[in-house]
C-alpha cells in the first residue's frame, strides 16, 4: 500500500509502510495519511466483489420468499404410496439402477 509521510517542511513523499515507522521515529512532527491513489486493478476487484454481493442477496431473497405447502395440502394417496415404497426398501425389495441415466429414464416413462 501506498502512503504519502508529510513532513514538518509541508513536502510529502510517497513510500512503502516500511519506511514510514523509520519516518515517524526520525521526525516527531510527522503525519501519515494514507494515499488517495487507488490502482484500476484494485477498483475491478472491488467492483466484481460489490457485484457479487448483490447477487448473493438477490439469490438469498428469492430463498426467503420459497414456502412450502402446508401438511395439510399433501394428499393422502401420495403418503400412502410414500409409507409403502418405504416399507419395501425396509424388506430389500428395492429397485436398483445400473447408472443416473438408467434411473432417470425409468422414472421419465
Given at each position: 500500500m501506498?502512503?504519502?509521510v508529510a513532513t514538518p517542511s509541508g513536502r510529502g513523499r510517497k513510500t512503502?509502510?516500511?519506511?514510514?515507522?523509520?519516518?515517524?521515529a526520525i521526525s516527531p512532527?510527522?503525519?501519515?495519511?494514507?494515499?488517495?491513489?487507488?490502482?484500476?486493478?484494485?477498483?475491478?476487484i472491488e467492483a466484481m466483489l460489490?457485484?457479487?454481493?448483490?447477487?448473493?442477496?438477490?439469490?438469498e431473497e428469492k430463498i426467503d420468499e420459497n414456502v412450502y405447502p402446508p401438511e395439510s395440502a399433501i394428499k393422502p394417496e401420495?403418503?400412502?404410496r410414500i409409507?409403502?415404497?418405504?416399507?419395501?426398501?425396509?424388506?430389500?425389495?428395492g429397485k436398483t439402477y445400473d447408472s443416473m441415466d438408467a434411473f432417470i429414464r425409468a422414472i421419465s416413462e
Amino acid at each position: 500500500m501506498t502512503y504519502i509521510v508529510a513532513t514538518p517542511s509541508g513536502r510529502g513523499r510517497k513510500t512503502d509502510a516500511r519506511r514510514i515507522v523509520r519516518a515517524a521515529a526520525i521526525s516527531p512532527c510527522s503525519e501519515v495519511h494514507e494515499s488517495s491513489h487507488v490502482p484500476p486493478s484494485t477498483r475491478k476487484i472491488e467492483a466484481m466483489l460489490a457485484n457479487i454481493i448483490t447477487r448473493l442477496e438477490r439469490i438469498e431473497e428469492k430463498i426467503d420468499e420459497n414456502v412450502y405447502p402446508p401438511e395439510s395440502a399433501i394428499k393422502p394417496e401420495f403418503v400412502k404410496r410414500i409409507k409403502k415404497a418405504q416399507t419395501d426398501i425396509a424388506k430389500g425389495n428395492g429397485k436398483t439402477y445400473d447408472s443416473m441415466d438408467a434411473f432417470i429414464r425409468a422414472i421419465s416413462e
